[in-house]
């Protein structure tokens, strides 16, 4: 694999790795690095020390040492190097003469297997510095310091410069670095142990620390999750708006609040759209329905007198008449129709202060005029008012209706009440009959468009009741029925009033 395709793996491995690991992974690499540093600066300065307090010694040494005392000891009379009995195996000295190009050595001690080694050439580019040589085995080092006879014992309190003395070219003073090196060992195993321990201490607490830090974005990845499987309503746990974790929650949740808003207006929408198209598919349904039978009449009653010229004029007229009773039909299910229409569009109403005592009183009044066989009453505390702001043209059309079914769906002889009333601060109309009632399961469609339960064909389309509950909706009110068997029906709207002063209706 080339270089650019491992680097590129490497990436696309680190990417695909978990942000927790990322970060212990980091934080571990950070550690390691700091403590390798730390280890390997210690070392070499220690290092540096005990080698510079070393270099020091044995030029202590040299400096001190008187070399006319030794002459014995390089004859071989002695095997201890000279000065240092007190550490012997630790020193070694070597006394070099130089006779033209022949170079004679002597060490003291000459027996040691672990002698450094070195040459004059070694000597001579060190130029009086300390240097390391390692013994002929290889496995010991020593630490090596060569200084000419003239330099040796220049210290001492009895050095004269101008007596001659018998004095080595180059006296070397080697120290043996086995316990320095040893120590050396000691310590960086001392280190790595440390550093293992404090890595792998720091592992197992920051992974505990990495995860409880990123517990709250796994709260952000659960949130996302659960409103992806359709909890719109989920939110991120509010934290502190100081804190990274806090404003990040803040922004999420109000983007949350944004795109719940936004799906609830898009379900909305798609549910009235599809509750518009049902509604739309009954409306032409029923419509069709409704239209069929007036049309078809008047097909029927035309091609018949189409068909028949010397029919007698009596009987034409009444063929005529036919016709024109369905076309009155057609106009009054068409002026319905397009009545309930402008409601469905919710347009707003021209509103007004509108008294319904009195209203009530002028609905009753007039269709006293044309109905002879029900008896019509109206019930109002005397100088009451109830007011609610409405339109009053179409607040009238919902007694008209209420009070042409009442009349048109009750034998003669029935009683219809109206009753205004003001109770908990609502407007209250009552449309009643003492009639012979309705069955449950027909009381709970009477407000349904084209719905007729009486099986009789009256002239109406079944959409007064419909468009009472549009107009009654449209104000804001409520309209129920109560009815039953026997008891007869009553019908209540309810809308806000706007004047409560009105009195109990009187029973």
Excluded: C
């Amino acid at each position: 694999m080339s270089a650019p395709h491992f680097v590129e793996a490497l990436r696309e491995r680190w990417d695909r790795t978990p942000l927790r690991v990322r970060l212990t992974a980091a934080v571990l690499a950070l550690v390691a690095g700091s403590l390798l540093v730390i280890s390997v600066s210690t070392i070499l300065a220690l290092h540096s020390y005990f080698l510079g307090t070393i270099d020091e010694e044995l030029e202590t040494y040299l400096h001190t040492w008187d070399p006319t005392e030794y002459s014995e000891q390089v004859e071989g009379e002695d095997d201890e190097a000279p000065g240092v009995s007190a550490r012997p195996n630790q020193y070694f000295i070597s006394f070099i003469y130089l006779n033209g190009d022949d170079v004679s050595r002597f060490d003291r001690p000459d027996n040691r297997s672990d002698a450094p080694q070195f040459t004059l050439e070694d000597i001579e580019d060190n130029g009086g510095d300390a240097f390391t040589a390692l013994a002929a085995d290889g496995s010991t080092r020593w630490r090596v310091l060569a200084m000419p006879g003239s330099e040796v014992g220049t210290e001492l309190d009895e050095y004269d410069p101008d007596v001659e003395r018998d004095i080595a070219d180059y006296y070397v003073l080697s120290y043996k670095l086995y316990h320095f090196d040893k120590t050396v060992a000691g310590l960086v195993w001392v280190d790595i142990l440390i550093g293992v321990g404090v890595l792998a201490g720091l592992a197992a607490l920051g992974v505990g620390l990495v995860r409880a830090s990123l517990a709250p974005l796994r709260q952000i990845e659960n949130t996302a999750a659960m409103i992806a499987a359709g909890n719109y309503s989920r939110r991120v746990p509010r934290r502190d708006p100081g804190t990274e974790v806090g404003r990040v929650g803040m922004a999420i949740n109000s983007m949350l609040g944004k795109i719940e808003s936004s799906i609830r207006a898009r379900e909305y929408s798609e549910e009235r759209s599809h509750y518009s198209e049902q509604r739309m598919r009954e409306f032409i349904t029923d419509a069709s329905h409704e239209l069929r039978t007036p049309l078809t009449s008047v097909r029927g009653y035309a091609e018949l007198v189409r068909a028949n010229p010397d029919m007698p004029e009596a009987e034409r007229q009444h063929y005529i008449g036919q016709i024109e009773e369905a076309a009155k039909r057609m106009g009054l299910l068409v002026g319905d129709l397009l009545h309930l229409a402008r409601l469905d569009q919710e347009r707003p109403v021209e509103t007004e202060p509108v008294d319904l005592v009195l209203l009530g009183h002028e609905a009753v009044s007039a269709h006293a005029v044309v109905t002879e066989d029900h008896r019509l009453e109206f019930r109002a505390s005397p100088g009451a008012s109830v007011v609610v702001v409405a339109d009053r043209a179409r607040i009238r059309q919902v007694l008209d209706n209420l009070l042409t079914n009442a009349v048109r769906h009750t034998p003669a002889g029935t009683t219809v009440t109206v009753e205004v009333a003001a109770e908990d601060g609502e407007a209250v109309v009552r449309v009643s009959d003492d009639g012979p009632g309705m069955e449950p399961e027909v009381a709970d469609r009477v407000f349904e468009r084209f719905f007729r339960s009486d099986g009789v064909a009256h002239l109406g389309t079944g959409l007064g009741l419909a468009i009472v509950s549009a107009i009654v909706k449209g104000h804001g009110g409520t309209v129920e029925v109560h009815s039953a068997p026997g008891e007869g029906t009553a019908f209540t709207v309810r809308l806000e009033a706007e004047d409560t002063a009105g009195a109990q209706p009187d029973h």
